[in-house]
């Protein structure tokens, strides 16, 4: 089991910047699927950033191309997403998730493991 602790969610303007963190409860090297997720009010949740690290493939939504960057850092044990120019639309909760299954996974079934989500908010 692989709990997920996300975190750097808050209140930030127009324009602004925040980065999240998705912290493993043990190693991630076994971990081969990270997904983003976010929920709005009255939405589903949906994901805009997958990615498989056994193979290095990234995908982006449209609505967060160029504007979001996923990284990670194996010695902490922890996710980032870097959000840029954020939007009022940008906000959510926000989820990371993950698997040890191999490729992409572009839905919720695609993922085992998830945080208990964190709240972005964007002012206008």
């Known amino acids: 089991q692989v709990q997920l602790v996300e975190s750097g969610g808050g209140l930030v303007q127009a324009g602004g910047s925040l980065r999240l963190s998705c912290a493993a409860s043990?190693?991630?090297?076994?971990?081969?699927?990270m997904g983003w997720f976010r929920q709005a009010p009255g939405e589903e949740r949906e994901v805009f950033a997958a990615i498989s690290w056994s193979d290095y493939s990234k995908r982006y939504a449209n609505s967060v191309k160029g504007r979001f960057t996923v990284s990670r850092d194996n010695t902490k044990n922890t996710v980032y997403l870097q959000m840029n120019s954020l939007k009022p639309e940008d906000t959510a909760v926000y989820y990371c998730?993950?698997?040890?299954?191999?490729?992409?996974?572009?839905?919720?079934?695609?993922?085992?493991?998830w945080g208990q989500g964190t709240q972005v908010t964007v002012s206008s």
């Open positions: 998730a993950a698997d040890t299954s191999m490729g992409v996974g572009e839905s919720i079934g695609d993922y085992g493991y």
């Open positions: 043990r190693s991630i090297l076994r971990i081969n699927r």
